[in-house]
């Protein structure tokens, strides 16, 4: 079966904290994409990656980083999670054609 | 860049019934995916379907890539049934998978 597993379900921080959103996918798979949800806007891409140590902006990059230094895991970086970054935030990974998600995290930033 | 339209944006219906969501979409297509997500947010790929028609139970879908729109269809809806469904697409002169959702369409089957 198909696993991608986030690290949190819910998450709380405070203004100007740096947090870490962990992805960890084991099937193998090459590419591995963020994003976010927010209420009538649907799913936004933020970044994603096609293999080790790659990365491409997706549509919203600002205020985020990733790293991706093992394939089965992609990190997305909040360098300084400011209020407008309460989200929900979604991970997922593909081979082909398919994209599989995880759980969500849903984000607060006080 | 792409668009990508869904409509209707909230729909309500009685366990029993059938539905019928449509997703526009504004530019050629390689890669046409329907998703459900639950209410507690889990996405479930539905259909991989960037031509022609498909059937999984009581849901079908059918793109018609030169005129493009996809069509998902739920028959005998129950209420498990509820959540939202997004239509996503990858563009055709795209590579890596890069998908552009919709804004999805929110289903409500009440018992």
């Known amino acids: 079966d198909v696993k991608v597993t986030q690290s949190s379900r819910y998450l709380v921080k405070r203004t100007g904290e740096k947090v870490f959103l962990e992805c960890v996918q084991d099937m193998d798979h090459e590419n591995m994409f963020w994003y976010r949800q927010d209420p009538g806007l649907g799913l936004r891409l933020i970044y994603f990656s096609y293999d080790v140590k790659m990365k491409e902006k997706g549509d919203i990059p600002e205020g985020y980083s990733v790293s991706r230094e093992k394939k089965e895991r992609f990190s997305l970086i909040l360098e300084s999670a400011s209020t407008n970054q309460t989200s929900m935030y979604l991970c997922?990974?593909?081979?082909?054609?398919?994209?599989?998600f995880g759980p969500g995290t849903r984000l607060l930033v006080l | 860049g792409i668009q990508v339209e869904q409509s209707p944006p909230d729909l309500i219906l009685q366990e029993g019934a059938n539905s019928t969501l449509r997703c526009n979409f504004s530019d050629s297509v390689n890669n046409l995916q329907w998703f459900h997500q639950n209410p507690w947010g889990q996405l479930i790929n539905l259909f991989y379907?960037?031509?022609g028609t498909k059937q999984n139970g009581r849901l079908s879908a059918t793109t018609v890539a030169t005129e493009r729109y996809s069509l998902l269809y739920i028959s005998s809806s129950q209420t498990t049934d509820s959540g939202v469904y997004f239509c996503a697409v990858e563009q055709a002169d795209n590579q890596g998978g890069k998908l552009i959702f919709g804004q999805g369409t929110e289903l409500s089957v009440k018992p």
């Open positions: 379907i960037p031509s």
């Open positions: 997922a990974s593909s081979l082909g054609q398919t994209q599989y």
